[in-house]
């Protein structure tokens, strides 16, 4: 039919309405259920008001998980859009490997597996199936998603860009459930920290897996101390 747009998985995709599906809270992945150590920042102190949140989350970001999960996020979607579900695996292993608590892999790892079977189940694409196959057992959420787009056909720049921007605004909204700061501060926070995310996802592509590391200790041990925190509303 005339003004149609490519097939999904063609490889030509033009359309990124995909990405704006996938990438909002009403997508069911349980996002909402996690914190990523916010939880913790609280409850120590660390994350008082905008300032610190937004200081907490660039870090996050820029020299943290999000970072890492957007690396991954790229080097499965190079696997997915080629069809080399061995490198597709080989990265998920990875992925999975580097969540440095038994929270934070079960927050990447039920939203990863969450996320797939939703696409599956309703975003269907050549290929799909048989790249999924290559995972077995736990999913690691950015595998998932560069999985997913690639084989969707979707470019690996809107695609990170898209994801890193989702990671902020899940966390700002798990920041504001936890009342340090309120929606107005939250929007302003997202918007403050939207330079880093585009300047991040133009770098990202010309990583290498080699490229990954964190350095968020303090963040990363919260996660430990959140698994015995008296009060919780989240599960990491």
């Known amino acids: 039919m005339a003004g149609e747009g490519p097939a999904a998985g063609s490889g030509t995709a033009s359309s990124l309405l995909p990405l704006f599906a996938w990438l909002t809270p009403s997508f069911p992945v349980g996002a909402y259920a996690y914190s990523h150590t916010l939880e913790w920042a609280v409850e120590a102190g660390d994350i008082r008001d905008e300032e610190s949140i937004g200081a907490f989350l660039g870090d996050l970001l820029a020299v943290g998980f999000g970072r890492t999960d957007a690396i991954l996020a790229a080097h499965a979607h190079r696997a997915a859009g080629a069809g080399d579900e061995g490198a597709l695996a080989e990265v998920n292993t990875l992925a999975v490997a580097f969540a440095p608590s038994a929270e934070l892999r079960l927050e990447t790892c039920q939203q990863g597996r969450s996320f797939l079977e939703a696409v599956r189940a309703s975003?269907?694409?050549?290929?799909?199936?048989?790249?999924?196959?290559?995972?077995?057992?736990?999913?690691?959420?950015?595998?998932?998603?560069?999985?997913?787009?690639?084989?969707?056909?979707?470019?690996?720049?809107?695609?990170?860009?898209?994801?890193?921007?989702?990671?902020?605004?899940?966390?700002?909204?798990?920041?504001?459930?936890?009342?340090?700061?309120?929606?107005?501060?939250?929007?302003?926070?997202?918007?403050?920290?939207?330079?880093?995310?585009?300047?991040?996802?133009?770098?990202?592509?010309?990583?290498?897996?080699?490229?990954?590391?964190?350095?968020?200790?303090?963040?990363?041990?919260?996660?430990?101390?959140?698994?015995?925190?008296?009060?919780?509303?989240?599960?990491?």
């Not at 995972?135 to 470019?155: M, S």
């Not at 340090?180 to 990583?207: C, F, M, S």
């Open 123 to 236: 975003w269907p694409a050549p290929g799909l199936d048989k790249a999924a196959a290559a995972l077995v057992g736990e999913v690691a959420y950015p595998v998932a998603v560069g999985l997913a787009a690639g084989v969707h056909g979707l470019p690996l720049g809107p695609t990170v860009e898209a994801f890193l921007l989702a990671t902020v605004q899940n966390l700002v909204s798990a920041a504001v459930r936890l009342a340090p700061i309120g929606q107005t501060a939250g929007t302003r926070v997202v918007a403050r920290l939207a330079p880093t995310v585009h300047a991040l996802a133009l770098e990202i592509p010309a990583l290498t897996l080699d490229d990954i590391g964190s350095a968020t200790f303090r963040a990363d041990l919260g996660s430990f101390r959140h698994e015995t925190q008296y009060t919780r509303l989240f599960r990491s």
